[in-house]
């Protein structure tokens, strides 16, 4: 049996961080991990000693890895049960800033906290499967276009536009800027509307254009279609609260911005990520699939 190479080994967080952002999900990025490191191993001797940046390979395997993902889950979202929305995160771990490659023009740079966002991650899920590999790759890890290429199957100069496209997408969606600090506030007030069940307040710090997207993956029920408009939202949420008052709410950070986690019982039943724009609401991600909520779920 081959031992693991301690130096590779210390290439996994950055491979995990890349291909979370690229598939949205956990659980498949660290199996694109699993199996780029298979097939590292499985190579002879020779063929990974003539590999001069066994990283540089790895990174590359793993791309295109996630850019096949990337095609065959368009026709399984396909046939998902209602709105599909990527694996929420709990607090950060190590992997999660891991550090990026390279260099890439200042103007065209995205920081690793900005690209863990809900928010972000939901445009990056509206790119096709080569605008989110060109894009994540040069302006989140900062590969140039050349190496991106290599991954992507074409040319850099068509990489560069590809990784364009997805910007201006990005661009467009981006709400202004607001720290932490104002959006866990604006999240407490919710929280606290939701619990004294106030439908007034609840109103009043959503925007009245809100949007509520759920995701039960046809495993438990959530509204298949998202809710819209600030009195729809705030009604929906009293109904939750009529329908299941045993719910607790609790204040966490969802890929690292605050958020809420509704528990029963002990167990997590639903994480909720939010969009905040100066002091309203403009858009809130439910997750209720208990297939993406196996981070918030305390071992027993």
């Known amino acids: 049996m081959t031992t693991p190479d301690p130096s590779l080994i210390g290439e996994r967080r950055q491979l995990i961080s890349l291909a979370y952002r690229l ?18 191993y499985a190579m002879p001797d020779e063929e990974r000693q003539a590999i001069e940046v066994p990283a540089a390979w790895l990174t590359k395997v793993a791309g295109r890895i996630c850019l096949d993902l990337l095609g065959s889950a368009r026709a399984r979202r396909e046939r998902y049960v209602g709105e599909w929305i990527p694996e929420p995160l709990p607090e950060r771990t190590d992997w999660i800033t891991a550090g990026s490659a390279g260099s890439a023009d200042p103007a065209d740079r995205v ?4 690209s863990l966002s809900m928010a972000f991650l939901v445009v990056v899920e509206s790119m096709t499967p080569a605008e989110r590999v060109a894009f994540i790759l040069h302006d989140v890890f900062r590969y140039p276009f050349a190496e991106v290429a290599e991954i992507v199957g074409r040319t850099p100069a068509a990489c560069r536009q590809l990784a364009s496209s997805a910007r201006r997408r990005i661009t467009a969606a981006q709400p202004p800027e607001t720290t932490n600090a104002r959006r866990a506030g604006v999240v407490r007030t919710f929280k606290r509307a939701w619990e004294s069940q106030d439908i007034a307040a609840l109103i009043g710090i959503l925007d009245p254009a809100a949007t509520l997207t759920a995701d039960g993956g046809g495993l438990v029920p959530a509204v298949l279609e998202p809710i819209r408009g600030a009195a729809a939202i705030a009604r929906y949420a009293l109904e939750i609260t009529e329908m299941i008052p045993a719910l607790s709410l609790t204040e966490r950070m969802v890929n690292g911005r605050p958020g809420l986690v509704t528990e029963r019982e002990g167990r997590t039943v639903a994480v909720m990520a939010f969009e905040v724009a100066g002091d309203r609401i403009t858009n809130i991600w439910a997750v209720r699939n208990p297939h993406k909520l196996r ?6």
């Open 295 to 300: 981070a918030w779920t305390p071992a027993t």
């Open 23 to 40: 598939l949205g999900s956990l659980a498949d990025a660290e199996d694109v991990v699993q199996e780029t490191y298979a097939r590292w």
């Open 111 to 114: 920081t690793l906290d900005e």
